[in-house]
């Protein structure tokens, strides 16, 4: 059967184009997978399997998939990860592109493999109501830490405290960032889970106790410069307050994936971890959707809902 393939591609300078694709007979070991939901920020989809020649993936299984922006895509088992086994029928299959996806996957990775982090301790995590740090907040509550989140609206504040931050602040109404994260916790930050960068990360790393823990886990206040930023740089704080500053990238740990992801699900489920998603409807809004993110429109996890 011949199916139609919409797909966006992106041009210099953030161009786009949409293109018909008429598609072929499948080849052997591959399967035709369509879009169910689609992660705005990267090419991630939670997907259904709709034709196959891989006994792997049978039709009608559900997929998470790293492939373009396009509705329809044949892949071999390289490009797919099947979802949990036993996925509960009340829970959506947008969280396999959210709390109980690649985002989940993240927080823990962050807080348990990069910070450590430990009972008692107080934990800094900005872009806070995004899909990353709303879980990371919670994760490091479940653990007994005191959290503090900054975040770029009023609601997205306000949602905060219902997730159960300690502090919760507006980063763009404040008249100092150095006061509010001093008010917010006047003896310093044990760790800080870093989304942001740029010039508010000088500041939150000054605000680091002696021996502070940061983990790296974006840098999404850059991604769209066209001129890298420069300084002030960060070796003199980091040196005097003797900090340990660790990069990572979610993929580091694929062993302890499907045991993070149970326990993912089991705190949804317990509603230990609560999860917002911010959803747009028809693929063909997604550059809109996409912009929106890095506007900071949305409350948790940016998803297109096909
Ligand atoms: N290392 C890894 O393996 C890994 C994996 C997944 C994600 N990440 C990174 O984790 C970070 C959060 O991802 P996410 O999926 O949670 O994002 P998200 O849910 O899509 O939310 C992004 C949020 O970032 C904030 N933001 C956007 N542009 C900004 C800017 N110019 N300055 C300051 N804040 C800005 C906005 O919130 P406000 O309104 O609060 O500003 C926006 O809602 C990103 O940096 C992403 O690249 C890393």
Redesign the pocket.
């Known amino acids: 059967m011949n199916h139609t393939s919409l797909k966006f591609t992106l041009a210099p300078h953030f161009r786009i184009s949409k293109l018909a694709v008429k598609l072929q007979i499948l080849p052997a070991g591959t399967c035709l997978i369509t879009l169910r939901f689609l992660?705005?920020?990267?090419s991630v989809f939670s997907c259904r399997v709709i034709q196959s020649k891989n006994e792997a993936f049978p039709v009608g299984s559900h997929v998470v998939a790293y492939c373009g922006w396009r509705s329809h895509t044949v892949c071999d088992e390289k490009g797919l990860i099947p979802i949990i086994a036993a996925w509960p029928k009340d829970i959506s299959l947008s969280l396999a592109l959210g709390t109980v996806g690649?985002?989940g996957l993240?927080a823990v990775?962050?807080l348990e493999e990069i910070l450590e982090l430990k009972q008692g301790e107080t934990l800094l995590v900005?872009?806070?109501?995004?899909?990353?740090?709303?879980v990371v907040g919670q994760i490091a509550k479940i653990k007994g830490c005191k959290v503090v989140g900054?975040?770029?609206?009023d609601a997205?504040v306000a949602y905060l405290k219902e997730l159960g931050f300690d502090v919760a602040f507006n980063?763009?109404t404040v008249d100092s960032l150095e006061e509010a994260l001093k008010t917010a916790s006047p003896e310093g930050y044990d760790c800080f889970f870093e989304?942001?960068?740029?010039p508010?990360s000088t500041v939150a790393l000054q605000q680091m106790k002696d021996f502070g823990r940061i983990a790296?886990?974006?840098?999404?206040?850059?991604?769209?410069d066209t001129a890298p930023q420069t300084g002030p740089y960060p070796q003199m704080v980091i040196l005097m307050k003797q900090l340990k500053m660790e990069?990572?990238?979610?993929?580091r740990w694929p062993h302890k994936n499907e045991e993070t992801l149970k326990r993912l699900m089991a705190w949804v489920k317990e509603g230990k971890v609560k999860c917002r998603e911010?959803v747009t409807k028809g693929f063909e809004n997604m550059p809109a959707a996409f912009m929106g993110?890095?506007?900071?429109?949305?409350?948790?996890?940016?998803i297109i809902a096909v």
């Not at 900054?150 to 609206?153: E, H, I, K, R, T």
């Not at 790296?216 to 769209?224: A, E, K, L, Q, W």
């Open positions: 992660m705005t920020f990267l690649m985002p993240t990775y962050g900005n872009a806070a109501a995004g899909a990353v740090g709303s900054s975040a770029g609206s997205k980063y763009k989304n942001v960068g740029g508010s790296v886990c974006g840098n999404i206040s850059t991604y769209n990069g990572f990238m979610q993929n911010h993110m890095l506007q900071g429109e949305n409350i948790g996890k940016a």
